[in-house]
């Protein structure tokens, strides 16, 4: 750090115990106070909203903000009420004058601004993390500046470490939104600001006041007891793998750890990859998170390994909802297609081709078939994909075509679930599978043939599973004719709560016009559609997966964009206290679970 000295003037005219305000050439100004024999100087700004520290009061070496109480240590620049630190620059006297070093230590601004950034989302202050975050930016150090995400790069990248790292059970829905909203900054979606508060807050939320997480995980090396209980070997991959099955959870995140340091996220792929594509975990959330946290580690690679430890302790606590007995049909069909004879390609680029559209694809008609039996239940699912595997389909090919019926049963789903007071099925149930669908078409293509082609199953069985959640359809009616609608009317009707009348747009457009429309509702989804973070993390992404979906089609049709327009136009009930409470009484009267989709 080169040093920049300026004068401030004579000692004399700092009066003792009193903040003055002093300034540069260029306008910079500075709240100084005079202890003892030397002066303190912050910058004037107070961080909160810029009011002047001069004007405020000075007691015992605190100086406190006039305008919020905020109050500040004068020798240091730490706040002890309120929100963040003030920059505090050096001083010295120099034959009676005083002088002020204006350079700034860019390395201990950057300790000073993270730590900063991550108490204030371990506080939930989703707007002091933002300012600690723009603070970085300024700085002009941020490594983001060919990923779209700009000044917020790095800000960015503190709250992917910090959230894995703080996440008390792992990877979680706070994680998955950041995953998603980088994708929609660097797209040009949404704004990155307005993504960072939404991100910020769905982490801190979940993790307000917590610490990182456990003593395991080989964090810190050296500085735990469990820091170094693995070490490497060449069949880590399994090693994660078997301590997954056993739920030794601090040697699957240690492994995991290790795997990262050594092999890249491509050897994390590889470890979680067979386990996953065993059963459906935790409604689906064992795949979605997997793949949000590729994303993540791939985008942020200075944080992978904790995305990707946190990954693997989500795996670890999940529950495995196909080894339950409601799953007979999906156990069987998995069971069936260990039996398949698939090819075991030797390199991972021969296995992403035997699983991809280079192996047999399905027809028009076979792939309308191919839905209605997904559509008309689970076994009817199962049974239907391992036939088409044993034919010689292509697992992600059979993964498109279950993802649109997905989204056609999400489009399908019948609100009076949700009026219920006996049941806790909701809509944001059914749009597990349309976002399992489209994880497991993801992880499918790194996937070994087996594995994609269980994934297949999984999901088809998920589909199928979800037959209950149908409201009857409606008799069929010929279009109306309608005048084509103006530009942002989409958009209008979404925010107007007309589903009928955004139904009635979407059906005009062609793919192209879809295509705009998903990237037109992205602020809205994102910004507008909920109000707790967890019903925002599901609307971000359904969408994201949606879009997807329809983007990797070869047909696509309106069933993805009318599957999200059903789901996010509609005002949904966030906290619904009169079914919590009625589940709590039945249960406590006849100790039976409430009614569900299966």
């Known amino acids: ?15 003792a115990e009193e903040p003055v305000l002093r300034k540069d050439d260029a306008g910079r100004r500075f709240a100084c106070v005079r202890r003892g024999d030397g002066v303190h100087a912050l910058d004037d700004r107070c961080p909160h909203q810029g009011y002047p520290l001069s004007q405020g009061a000075l007691r015992g070496g605190v100086l406190t903000c006039a305008w ?10 730490a706040c002890s009420f309120g929100g963040e630190a003030v920059r505090r620059y050096a001083t010295r006297l120099d034959g009676g004058r005083v002088l002020l070093n204006r350079a700034v230590d860019t390395a201990a601004e950057v300790r000073r601004l993270v730590a900063g950034l991550r108490e204030a989302v371990a506080r939930d202050e989703p707007d002091r993390a933002l300012r600690e975050g723009l603070r970085l ?83 810190a090396r050296g500085s735990s007891p469990l820091a170094r209980i693995v070490e490497f070997e060449s069949d880590e991959p399994a090693k994660v793998s078997e301590a997954l099955e056993a739920e030794r959870r601090d040697e699957a ?22 386990f ?40 670890a606590w999940a529950t495995a909802d196909t080894s339950l007995p409601p799953f007979a049909a999906t156990r069987a069909a998995l069971a069936r297609v260990a039996e398949l004879p698939l090819p075991a390609p030797p390199t991972p680029d021969a296995a992403a081709a035997a699983a991809g559209p280079t192996a047999a694809a399905l027809g028009p008609a076979e792939r309308a ?46 609100a009076a679930w949700e009026q219920r007071l006996d049941a806790e099925v909701g809509v944001l149930d059914v749009t597990h599978a349309v976002t399992f669908a489209e994880a497991a078409a993801a992880l499918g293509r790194g996937a070994l043939p087996r594995e994609a082609a269980q994934l297949a199953v999984l999901a088809a069985g998920f589909v199928g599973k979800l037959r209950s959640a149908d409201v009857a359809p409606p008799a069929a009616a010929p279009p109306a004719p309608t005048p084509p609608a103006p530009s942002g009317a989409l958009v209008d009707a979404a925010a107007a709560r007309d589903l009928g009348g955004a139904l009635a747009i979407a059906r005009q457009l062609d793919a192209a016009g879809r295509r705009r429309a998903f990237a037109e509702l992205a602020p809205f989804a994102a910004f507008d559609a909920a109000v707790r973070p967890i019903f925002t993390a599901h609307a971000v992404k359904t969408l994201e997966a ?22 996010v136009v509609p005002v949904r009930r966030e906290l619904h206290v009169r079914r919590i409470a009625a589940v709590a009484r039945k249960f406590m009267a006849d100790g039976r679970p409430p009614e569900g989709l299966y």
């Open 253 to 274: 995140e240690a492994r995991m750890r290790e795997l990262v340091e050594v092999r890249g996220t491509a050897g994390a792929r590889r470890a979680l990859l067979p």
């Open 68 to 77: 919020h109480n905020w109050k500040f240590d004068v020798a240091t620049g």
């Open 137 to 219: 930016g300024a700085l002009g150090l941020h490594r983001g500046a060919g990923t779209g995400l700009g000044g917020l790069h790095l800000a960015f990248e503190v709250l992917a470490r910090d959230g894995a790292e703080r996440a008390e059970h792992g990877f979680d829905h706070g994680l998955a939104l950041l995953a998603d909203l980088c994708a929609w900054v660097e797209r040009g979606w949404v704004p990155a600001e307005e993504a960072f508060v939404a991100a910020a807050h769905a982490i801190g939320e979940a993790s307000a006041r917590l610490g990182p997480r456990g003593k395991g995980a080989g964090r």
């Open 369 to 414: 078939a191919f839905e209605a039996e997904v559509l008309a239940g689970e076994r009817e699912a199962v049974e239907a994909t391992v036939r088409w595997l044993g034919r010689g389909a292509a697992p992600l090919a059979l993964l498109g075509a279950i993802g649109h019926a997905a989204a056609v049963r999400l489009a399908r789903f019948d």
């Open 546 to 567: 949606l879009q997807r979906l329809e983007a990797s089609d070869p047909r696509p049709d309106g069933a993805y964009l009318e599957a999200l327009l059903s789901y």
């Open 276 to 315: 996953v594509a065993q059963h459906l975990h935790d409604y689906g959330h064992g795949a979605i998170f997997v793949s949000k946290a590729l994303e993540l580690a791939e985008r942020f690679s200075s944080a992978a390994d904790e995305v990707l430890a946190a990954s693997t302790v989500q795996l």
């Open 1 to 15: 750090m080169k040093a920049d000295w300026i004068d401030l003037g004579p000692l004399s005219e700092f009066p």
